[in-house]
């Protein structure tokens, strides 16, 4: 079974300060996994994916993930928070189908 | 590539009347999912077809609400009798084959009074 937990449903952050959204996996099978983010009032868009190969994913807009299989983690960062980075962010884990965790809120300080 | 559309973008209705949700996949995707997203309880997927065959839809929440894919470039959801608590912002996507990777419309925005 897959599932994700995504632990702080609100992270704030000063402008130019480091982003960290933690999210942590269950999978019973090599997993494939995902980032989205959510702008108010539009859809999911696709932030950056592991499938295989290197650990370190770069995404659109300066976010960055890395797979660490022994602590079944995928935490997003960013090293420079911009006022348009915020958002609602998703993380998600594939099997065949997508199982999403609870999101997480970003907001920046300017 | 104009992406996954998805029609009306907003809905409002009252209590007890039928609604339809439509999805245009984009063009050579052949999985197609419907979630719901609620405050709370989140993103949920209702139901997803593969080359337009229904394959799971243990997340339909109960009779009232039903889907179909008459073929790869069409999709509906409908509710039928439609309740208060059926209101959320329901989004379509979609995948090309051998891909994981989701793609979603814009959302409908669902108002049931």
Known sequence: ???VTQLGSH?????????????????????YLFWYVQYPNQGL????????????????????????????????????????????YFCAVSSNNLFFGTGTRLTVIP | DAGVIQSPRHEVTEMG???????????????LFWYRQTMMR?????????????????GM???????????ASFSTLKIQPSEPRDSAVYFCASTEPGSETQYFGPGTRLLVL
């Open chain 1, 11 to 31: 992270v704030s952050v000063s402008e130019g300060a480091l982003v960290l959204l933690r999210c942590n996996y269950s999978s019973s099978v090599p997993p």
């Open chain 1, 45 to 88: 868009q696709l932030l950056l994916k592991y499938t295989t190969g290197a650990t370190l994913v770069k995404g659109i807009n300066g976010f960055e993930a890395e797979f660490k299989k022994s602590e079944t983690s995928f935490h997003l960062t960013k090293p420079s928070a911009h006022m348009s980075d915020a958002a609602e």
């Open chain 2, 61 to 71: 929440p109960e009779d009232r609400f039903s889907a179909k894919m008459p073929n």
């Open chain 2, 17 to 31: 009347q039928e609604v339809t949700l439509r999805c245009k996949p984009i063009s050579g995707h052949n999985s």
């Open chain 2, 42 to 58: 989140g993103l949920e997927l209702l139901i997803y077809f593969n080359n337009n065959v229904p394959i799971d839809d243990s």
């Open chain 1, 1 to 3: 079974a897959q599932s």
